[in-house]
């Protein structure tokens, strides 16, 4: 395979990029434009150069497989490709389609003229993945376009349309017909008028603004803080880009590769690129191959209009997907109906959506008091209270109405899946859809396997993740499934702490400078701690008398502390603020709860807190790996990034832990074990991978 295909088109030499399936620009292709471009330059004939990719898109940039290995001894890296288009003397012109982003942006930007089909995206996403645009697009980019707007660009990683891109001036022409052919007739102009290529090098519409406007950086790098917080990228590309306005054109690309090399090898980019991968692993499932054929899911039905009901309603209508929403009585149901009313006007108000979408969305909602209704629905979501008896008494009658072949889903978020299942006389078609709240917001869809669930019906309500646009990851059957049994682990642990001598605002702040949006008390606070108190009272009884009990979050329900919604929880609230503010009412009722459990209270440590509250929610995770209840450690990943705000750039839980090491979490969590008993005893698969110096990475199921 030619990884540059060459055409001729009278004195115009097309050079089509050629390395299905995004035209990734590895060592071959590299090679080969670099080969290419020195012929037509040397050939009497070619007058000029346009540049397309062939099939799908332009390019979407570097190969990330090829990241930390080392290309073979005198591949050009992408800068010399770049360089060798911008400084030929003939003109170049990109033709572009589909996507030009990353590097593929930045060789479009070493051409000297940018042609795109309307449909066209185009950007520089490298920061998502906890790196820079490394091949002059941090330095290109700010002598063509607004310098504020190359600084979102970059730090945001955002793809933009070929419209925007082309107000911006990153695209020169929007091809009213074929791509190729505007271009071609471009490099044909170009060639005739004999002007000296346009490179972007000696441009300088950007960086002329910063020379007047020195704190410019600064100020741009203070409006950013909140979403690059705990990172070091989004800083290094605006570093970059102010090496571009201060520095020579050749001295900000060595800087530019200087800052790259750093990043690309830090722990960061590492985390990030797993996260990427991690998304994408998370599809395949073994027992279920791709192949394996999905049901049409074309219409729904959810059972229950509260909370959760009503979020998971909408995520089918935002989509187009027609649903029933069933509700015991008219009220309940005209309530939940006005709530997501009210949720859409709330989108709409702040011009995120248009009146006219969100009537639509409305009109595919249909509302009734009567099961039958569910009888046509490709898919049934049951999203009632979470009771057994409730679910079992609603799965005998989905069972009785619904048509053969649809999908019977349960939202539980606790209950056996499988008993649920046992009631239907198609066990095979019931499986859990377990969303998480709020239910039209988060991404992430833990479709819980059923021991009857057919290959059939697991591939389809994968897909439908997709379709909804959620990141769905197959998860089995147990108490919490995965994402909430490993939490319950970090709240035990959280709760003690604070018995033992912590205060809520202190592990709310180690917690957040970790890099989650917030702490557990904070957290609690926002959810309502009415929830969690009621579920306690319900389950006492199951406690072991010899377990370890924090009172403290049962006295603070006591008092009617409910958390903001009652202006008072683990913090007080001013009216109308819902900044947390520590409360010396809640100091003192701690202080004594330790007492009266004979707990005498210490300092701990801001490295304690961390370690005890994250060390045994991964303990947790090698659990649920060695109970097969995930399918690989990278999924357990996905779903604390996308369900519980686990930071990123630290890969995730058993991510993170893999670049500890597991033998110092094996040893500290021994030691937990031996200081505060057997809920924290080690996991036999953690134990067993420390001891073998492995990673969660490295296990196979
Ligand atoms: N709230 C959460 O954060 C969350 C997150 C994930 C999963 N879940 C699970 O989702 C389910 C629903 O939780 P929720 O928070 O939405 O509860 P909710 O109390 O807000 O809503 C339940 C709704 O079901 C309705 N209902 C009860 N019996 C019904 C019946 N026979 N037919 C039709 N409607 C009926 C009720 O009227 C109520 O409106 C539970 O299984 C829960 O565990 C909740």
């Given at each position: 395979m030619n990884a540059v295909i060459e055409e001729r088109r009278g004195s115009v030499l097309i050079l089509k990029l050629n390395n299905p399936p995004v035209n990734g620009l590895g060592a071959a292709l590299r090679t080969a434009l670099v080969t290419a471009i020195k012929a037509g330059q040397a050939d009497n004939e070619i007058d000029a150069f346009v540049v397309s990719g062939e099939g799908r898109m332009y390019s979407a940039g570097a190969d990330i497989r090829e990241f930390g290995s080392t290309p073979p001894a005198g591949t050009p890296d992408l800068n010399d490709v770049i360089d060798s288009l911008e400084m030929s003397s003939k003109p170049v012109v990109s033709a572009i389609h589909g996507v030009a982003a990353g590097g593929g942006l930045e060789l479009a930007l070493g051409t000297h003229y940018r042609v795109a089909d309307p449909k066209t995206r185009v950007g520089l996403p490298e920061v998502t993945l906890g790196?820079?645009?490394?091949?002059?697009g941090t330095q290109r980019l700010p002598r063509l376009i607004d310098i504020n707007k190359a600084l979102d660009l970059i730090t945001s990683g955002r793809l933009i349309s070929a419209g925007e891109a082309n107000t911006l001036g990153i695209i020169d022409e929007i091809a009213d017909g074929d791509v190729l052919e505007a271009a071609v007739e471009a490099a044909e102009r170009l060639a005739t008028e004999g002007a000296t290529p346009r490179r972007s090098r000696d441009q300088s519409v950007g960086i002329a603004a910063a020379k007047d406007n020195p704190s410019l950086f600064e100020d741009f790098a203070k409006t950013m803080a909140k979403a690059a917080r705990g990172m070091n990228a989004p800083y290094a590309c605006v570093r970059c880009v102010e090496a571009a306005a201060t520095m020579d054109f050749d001295a900000g690309l060595k800087y530019e590769r200087e800052e790259f090399n750093k990043l690309v090898s830090a722990t960061e980019s590492a985390a990030m690129r797993h996260a990427f991968f991690a998304e994408r692993e998370v599809a395949k499932i073994p027992d279920v191959p791709a192949s394996t054929p999905t049901k049409d899911i074309t219409s729904a039905a959810i059972i229950g209009c509260g909370t959760m009901g009503g979020g998971i309603a909408m995520n089918f209508a935002n989509v187009g997907i027609p649903v029933t929403i069933i509700e015991t009585e008219q009220a309940a149901l005209d309530r939940g109906l006005e709530r997501i009313k009210g949720n859409y006007a709330n989108t709409v108000s702040k011009g995120r959506l248009t009146q006219d979408a969100m009537d639509k969305r409305m009109a595919l909602l249909t509302g009734a008091t009567d099961m039958r209704a569910i009888g046509d629905a490709d898919i049934v979501i049951e999203a009632v209270f979470e009771e057994m008896s409730v679910k079992k008494e609603i799965f005998a009658k989905i069972d009785a109405i619904a048509k053969p072949g649809a999908i019977l889903a349960t939202n539980t978020s606790t209950l056996d899946v499988d008993e649920i299942a046992?009631?239907?006389?198609?066990?095979?078609d019931v499986v859990g859809t377990h969303f998480f709240s709020p239910a039209n917001v988060m991404r992430l869809l833990e479709n819980v396997c059923g021991a009857k669930s057919s290959p059939e019906t697991i591939a389809s309500v994968m897909k439908l993740g997709k379709t909804i646009n959620k990141v769905a990851v197959l998860v089995g059957v147990c108490d919490g499934f995965v994402g909430n049994r490993m939490l319950h682990q970090y709240g035990r642990e959280a709760n003690l702490l604070i018995e033992e001598g912590a205060l809520p605002q202190q592990v709310d702040k180690v917690i957040f400078d970790f890099g989650f949006p917030m702490g557990p008390f904070t957290m609690g606070d926002m959810a309502g701690l009415d929830i969690g108190w009621a579920v306690r009272k319900r389950k006492a009884a199951e406690r072991p008398s010899n377990q370890r009990y924090s009172a403290v979050a049962d006295r603070i329900c006591e008092?009617?502390?409910?958390g903001q919604k009652t202006g008072a929880g683990w913090y007080r609230y001013e009216a109308g603020n819902r900044t947390p503010i520590p409360d010396l009412e809640i100091e003192a009722l701690i202080v004594q709860a330790s007492k009266d459990a004979g707990i005498e209270r210490r300092e701990i440590s801001d490295e304690e807190v961390l370690k005890r509250c994250l060390y045994p929610l991964v303990n947790e995770g090698a659990k649920i790996l060695e109970e097969g209840l995930a399918i690989r450690s990278s999924d357990i990943d996905v779903i604390w990034v996308h369900?519980?705000?686990?930071p990123r750039y630290r890969g995730g839980p058993m991510f993170w832990a893999d670049t500890i090491g597991l033998d110092e979490v094996h040893e500290t969590m021994r030691r937990y074990h031996a200081e505060h008993g057997e809920l924290m005893r080690p996991a036999n698969l953690l134990e067993k991978l420390a001891k073998e110096g492995k990673k969660f990475s490295d296990f196979k199921g």
């Open positions: 790196i820079l645009p490394g091949a002059g046992a009631v239907t006389k198609r066990p095979e008092q009617g502390r409910f369900g519980y705000g686990f």
